[in-house]
């Protein structure tokens, strides 16, 4: 399917709520998007379906979800489905297209395989300092292509990278990967770029600062970053 027509029906599309998520901690609806010919499932995260937490601003997770969909585009990697910000049937929030998937199948099933998709997914949470990379967010779909999913718990200003992949933990990075954060970082450092741009609107300046920092950082050492203090390791781990 052709993203931008993905895309457009996202955002343009009429929404038909078919039922609550059960086992998610927020408001998630599972539901069907149509425009035209198209009909599509999303879920959709709304803004006042958000359970309050001490450590993120309350109503900000549909945009950390919006940002990191923006931070995977610009990477080239498309970890994350596509997903927008609009007004829904629950008022406004996130909606991501629904990506079919046998749910069973998880991070813990992928051992020996996938490892250049995974060291993409675990620098990339490393970017946007993921708290909450569980097993069941990675998940695999029928064509065999990893995805990430659930990435409300992000972009903190505080180190909290919490993730099931610690497997390359210390090790360099590939020149094929450090190629595509440089260019990253160069996005997020020009004056007008449409990423930089939208980011700065989700983010406060701090976050946006210390997304940088982070992005420096790894361009720095050229490795994987080692567990921090502190839980290295999400729960449940599924």
């Not at 990675?138 to 919490?162: A, M, N, P, S, V």
């Amino acid at each position: 399917m052709d993203r931008n027509e993905l895309l457009k029906t996202l955002e343009q599309g009429e929404i038909d709520v078919l039922g609550l998520v059960p086992w998610g901690s927020n408001y998630t609806f599972l539901t069907d998007i149509c425009l035209d010919n198209l009909e599509i499932q999303a879920i959709y995260k709304p803004r006042n379906g958000e359970r309050p937490l001490w450590d993120f601003t309350r109503g900000s997770l549909c945009l950390r979800e919006r940002s990191a969909y923006l931070v995977s585009e610009a990477l080239g990697w498309h970890i994350v489905p596509p997903t927008i910000l609009r007004k829904g049937p629950q008022g406004f929030g996130s909606v991501q297209f629904f990506v079919e998937h046998d749910p069973n199948v998880t991070y813990f099933d992928f051992e020996g395989s996938y490892v250049e998709e995974l060291q993409q997914i675990a620098l990339f949470d490393a970017m946007i300092n993921n708290a909450d990379r569980k097993g069941g967010h990675i998940i695999r779909d029928y064509e065999e292509q990893l995805w990430g999913i659930d990435q409300g718990l992000c972009f903190h200003t505080e180190y909290k990278l919490r993730t099931v992949i610690w497997e390359f933990a210390g090790r360099k990075i590939s020149g094929k990967s450090l190629n595509a954060i440089r260019h990253f970082r160069d996005k997020l450092l020009a004056e007008g770029d449409v990423v930089g741009r939208e980011l700065k609107s989700h983010l406060s300046k701090v976050e946006f600062k210390t997304l940088l920092h982070r992005v420096m950082e790894l361009l720095e050492t050229g490795r994987f970053p080692q567990p921090g203090p502190g839980r290295p390791y999400p729960w449940p781990l599924v």
